[in-house]
């Protein structure tokens, strides 16, 4: 189906979803829903979300779906580093080592993630426990306070809805048309 798309096209793809993933997203509504404070690590929690399931998708693309998540996770460093310089208050060498740390959590995160989506919701709920919901709320003593059960449920199931709309999209919606709406965070009944 993408025979011929020029692998530059197919970069600049990845780039553009990125930022699906890390500016059209209800940032703030996420904050409030699951009260994260207003950081660079939680827009990250946030965007590493967003970025994992839509690379969960693309990955059924084959090496084409490869190439675009490649092209995503390449343009999620670069607008980290330019976030954290932006933000200006740290030495360069120790914004590097903050974000080859966030990298690690990074690739590390891709896998528990994928468990739970594999697994039955029991399991998603765990590794959206451990990913999301711990890594936000550790405290300095290390120790952690338990999620909010019905917050813990309510991610668990726009993780699940997020991927069913995924998995109905056309390849070439996603890929070329970059036609991506996320669905709200809290369902409309």
């Known amino acids: 189906m993408f025979s011929g798309v020029p692998l530059a096209k197919l970069k600049a793809s990845g780039y553009i979803l990125v930022t699906f993933c890390t500016q ?85 995160s891709l896998f528990i993630y994928d468990e739970g989506l594999m697994g039955d919701d029991m399991e998603l709920a765990n590794a959206l426990w451990r990913r999301f919901f711990l890594s936000m709320k550790e405290k300095e003593d290390g120790s952690t306070d338990l999620p909010d059960p019905e917050k813990l449920l309510l991610l668990v199931n726009y993780v699940r809805r997020v991927a069913n709309y995924l998995d109905t999209m056309d390849a070439v919606d996603i890929i070329v048309s970059n036609n991506i709406k996320w669905p709200a965070l809290v369902e409309k009944k």
């Open 24 to 108: 059209r997203t209800d940032l703030l509504g996420f904050f409030e829903t699951f009260d994260m404070p207003d950081t660079f690590y939680s827009w990250f929690l946030v965007s590493e979300l967003h970025i994992w399931i839509m690379g969960a998708r693309l990955m059924n693309e084959g090496e084409v779906g490869r190439t675009v998540r490649n092209a995503m996770v390449e343009a999620l460093w670069l607008d980290c580093d330019t976030r954290a310089k932006a933000i200006g208050d740290m030495a360069s060498s120790m914004r590097s080592k903050h974000i080859t740390a966030i990298a690690e959590e990074f690739q590390a």
